[in-house]
């Protein structure tokens, strides 16, 4: 039998650092995929059906706005038609010291997965005219275009209600561990080899996490780890042995134990309570 794996989405042309289209006009059910080196912002204006986010299973209730960051996994099964935008844009697309509301802007929605909209606030226009602007290319378009995106982050993060201001520096060590983290783990298991990556020590690892966070970098790769397992284990048909090796465990009974260390539940437990 051939397993399904989860693969990987680059829809960004080499060196492209930003493009927004509109949906296709058609229903479609998508594998479940990551995206590489890129966030998504997503504005459902018209559709039904179902948008999986890593281990979360929503209903779509349009409109809504999908915030998805790199590394993030998804997919999704329509029942209609969908009406709305996809943007796609990497960190290098702003300048992080002259654009500094905007990079604060997207730290402080780093937490927002999905925000639900309501009569007060219709982004479809300032959605339209950023994709006209993309189209259009002139000289001043990258500079219209981030306004735009200022005002939509702004008033994505107020209709989010969340009071919540992230002051961790994009270029701290912290910050680089995170986003290096999906990229490299489950390849990666021990603290040293990030820190090998990352230029540092173990210890100045630990502590830059313990500044930010009440985790050490062992924790957040056990979470990356266990995020990593319950995608396999949810989006793929593989089983226990199959999702260990994908995982870099040494033993099968190994994963088994660090998955009930976590969740209390043993891999096909957990799988059993999403799909009976």
């Given at each position: 039998?051939e397993?399904?794996?989860?693969?990987?989405?680059?829809?960004?042309a080499?060196g492209?650092?930003?493009?927004?289209?509109?949906?296709k006009?058609?229903?479609?059910?998508?594998?479940?995929?990551?995206?590489?080196?890129y966030?998504?912002?997503i504005f459902?204006?018209?559709g039904?059906?179902?948008h999986?986010?890593d281990?979360d299973h929503?209903?779509?209730t349009?409109?809504?706005?999908?915030f998805?960051?790199?590394?993030s996994?998804?997919?999704?099964?329509f029942?209609?038609?969908?009406?709305?935008y996809?943007?796609?844009f990497k960190?290098?697309?702003?300048?992080?010291?002259?654009?500094s509301?905007?990079?604060?802007?997207?730290q402080q929605?780093?937490?927002?997965?999905?925000?639900?909209l309501?009569?007060?606030?219709d982004?479809?226009?300032?959605?339209?005219e950023?994709?006209k602007?993309f189209?259009h290319?002139?000289s001043n378009?990258?500079?219209?275009?981030?306004?735009?995106?200022?005002?939509?982050l702004?008033?994505?993060?107020?209709?989010?209600n969340?009071g919540?201001i992230?002051?961790?520096?994009?270029?701290?060590?912290?910050?680089?561990?995170?986003?290096?983290?999906p990229?490299?783990?489950p390849?990666?298991h021990?603290?040293?080899?990030?820190?090998?990556?990352?230029?540092?020590?173990?210890?100045?690892?630990n502590?830059?996490c313990?500044?930010?966070?009440?985790k050490t970098?062992?924790?957040?790769?056990?979470?990356?780890?266990l995020?990593?397992?319950?995608?396999n284990i949810?989006?793929?048909?593989?089983?226990?042995?199959?999702?260990a090796?994908?995982?870099?465990f040494?033993d099968?009974?190994?994963f088994?134990?660090?998955f009930k260390?976590?969740t209390?539940?043993t891999?096909?437990?957990?799988?059993?309570?999403?799909f009976?």
């Open positions: 039998m397993y399904g794996n989860i693969g990987t989405k680059n829809k960004l080499h492209q650092l930003f493009k927004i289209s509109p949906f006009a058609k229903i479609k059910k998508t594998r479940p995929h990551k995206h590489e080196g966030y998504e912002l459902i204006h018209e039904e059906g179902f999986w986010l281990t929503h209903q779509i349009a409109p809504e706005i999908y998805l960051k790199p590394g996994l998804h997919c999704w099964q029942t209609s038609i969908p009406k709305g996809v943007m796609l960190d290098e697309y702003f300048d992080q010291v002259r654009e509301n905007l990079v604060q802007l997207l929605l780093d937490t927002q997965v999905k925000v639900n309501t009569d007060s606030f982004p479809q226009a300032i959605f339209h950023i994709w602007e189209r290319q002139g378009s990258d500079l219209i275009i981030h306004g735009y995106l200022q005002a939509l702004a008033r994505v993060l107020d209709m989010s969340s919540q992230l002051t961790t520096p994009s270029t701290s060590l912290h910050d680089r561990f995170l986003r290096l983290l990229t490299r783990c390849e990666l021990l603290v040293n080899q990030f820190a090998q990556i990352l230029n540092t020590s173990p210890q100045n690892l502590a830059a313990r500044k930010y966070t009440d970098a062992a924790g957040h790769i056990s979470s990356q780890l995020l990593e397992a319950k995608r949810l989006h793929t048909d593989k089983n226990v042995s199959e999702i090796y994908v995982l870099n040494s099968p009974s190994y088994i134990k660090f260390r976590h209390g539940l891999p096909l437990q957990f799988r059993q309570q999403y009976q």
